[in-house]
């Protein structure tokens, strides 16, 4: 059973940056696509970013296009999310899933089948 694991959350004042990191275990990293999603409370969880197998192609929601950045390396079985330019609006559990297959253009929290516990990102204004 894959196990995904989140870190590197925390409160930051806006305009700041946080690095969240995501480690897989129990699997063959390479063979899923990564995700980013966050659910503030009273709402839906949403999707934040996504990349593909080798990390050569990502998606980005709309609200956080030009300030974050995801990546990955499939030597350490890790995945990143940059997180520039915070924003009060970010604050969110920020959750890392994975799904088989390599491809990124998923886009539903549905289409992904691991999940890890999430971590908490507060901006304040």
């Known amino acids: 059973q894959v196990q995904l694991v989140e870190s590197g959350g925390g409160l930051v004042q806006a305009g700041g940056s946080l690095r969240l990191s995501c480690t897989f275990s129990?699997?063959?990293?390479?063979?899923?696509?990564m995700a980013w999603f966050r659910q503030a409370p009273g709402k839906e969880r949403e999707f934040v970013a996504s990349?593909?197998?080798?990390?050569?192609?990502?998606s980005y929601a709309d609200s956080v296009k030009g300030r974050f950045v995801i990546s990955r390396d499939n030597v350490k079985n890790t995945m990143d999310l940059q997180m520039n330019s915070l924003k009060p609006e970010d604050t969110a559990l920020y959750y890392c899933?994975?799904?088989?297959?390599?491809?990124?253009?998923?886009?539903?929290?549905?289409?992904?089948?691991?999940w890890g516990q999430g971590t908490q990102v507060t901006v304040s204004s």
């Open positions: 899933a994975a799904r088989p297959g390599g491809g990124n253009y998923y886009f539903t929290k549905e289409a992904y089948d691991y």
């Open positions: 129990r699997g063959s990293f390479s063979t899923y696509a």
């Open positions: 990349i593909n197998w080798s990390g050569g192609s990502t």
